[in-house]
T-cell receptor
Framework: DGGITQSPKYLFRKEGQNVTLSCEQN?????MYWYRQDPGQGLRLIYY???????QKGDIAEGYSVSREKKESFPLTVTSAQKNPTAFYLC?????????????FGPGTRLTVT | GQSLEQPSEVTAVEGAIVQINCTYQ??????LSWYQQHDGGAPTFLSY????GLEETGRFSSFLSRSDSYGYLLLQELQMKDSASYFC??????????????FGSGTRLQVQP
């Protein structure tokens, strides 16, 4: 079955530690995205990548970093510079055929930093 | 910048019809998408409008008026499972350089028996 996997589902870290969230897709999609969602809020774009070895900052990139070395993988690192890292993180992908308007989302990772 | 406005909450009864509105302000508007998200779950794509008018997909329909910078999602024959949050999202034109959606803050729909 094709889809997007994010692991782990729940992640706990101490303040001051960097943490990397995994996102893998086997849909053969070119574009991948990272969003942050806070309780009762919409999705805010952190980073996105249209092709391998290329990515662009979204609306709230500060304190985050990404890499896109493989088409299937788009890991997100939440650095210690991110002031309020506790949130629900969603990864998504899309194909050029649908453009960006139809995105497929992974199940999300809920990060708690104390 | 861009901004999207949706009502924060809507309540309706099973079997009824509900309309969720979305107004947007953005440069280089190309189209409007709608997504559904159940509590704790991932958003799923519902519909997309790039042209004015109504698009129907089963019980769900989506409408766009480009001249009014306005769209809505219409849910008919409401079922309890439709209780979820609904997000509109703007797609911009290629010349803006943005190859990603901008999401609204969402409308929480509660369907009552």
């Amino acid at each position: 079955d094709g889809g997007i996997t994010q692991s782990p589902k729940y992640l706990f870290r101490k303040e001051g530690q960097n943490v990397t969230l995994s996102c893998e897709q086997n849909l053969n999609h070119d574009a991948m995205y990272w969003y942050r969602q806070d309780p009762g809020q919409g999705l805010r774009l952190i980073y996105y990548s249209q092709i391998v070895n290329d990515f662009q900052k979204g609306d709230i990139a500060e304190g985050y970093s990404v890499s896109r070395e493989k088409k299937e993988s788009f890991p997100l690192t939440v650095t210690s510079a991110q002031k309020n890292p506790t949130a629900f993180y969603l990864c998504a992908s899309s194909t050029p055929r649908q453009g960006v308007y139809e995105q497929y989302f992974g199940p999300g990772t809920r990060l708690t930093v104390t | 910048g861009q901004s999207l406005e949706q009502p924060s909450e809507v309540t309706a009864v099973e079997g009824a019809i509900v309309q969720i509105n979305c107004t947007y302000q953005t440069s280089g508007f190309y189209g409007l998408s709608w997504y559904q998200q159940h509590d704790g779950g991932a958003p799923t794509f519902l519909s997309y409008n790039a042209l004015d008018g109504l698009e129907e997909t089963g019980r769900f329909s989506s409408f766009l008026s480009r001249s009014d910078s306005y769209g809505y999602l219409l849910l008919q024959e409401l079922q309890m499972k439709d209780s979820a949050s609904y997000f509109c999202a703007v797609r911009q034109t290629m010349d803006t350089g943005r190859r990603a959606l901008t999401f609204g803050s969402g409308t929480r729909l509660q369907v009552q028996p």
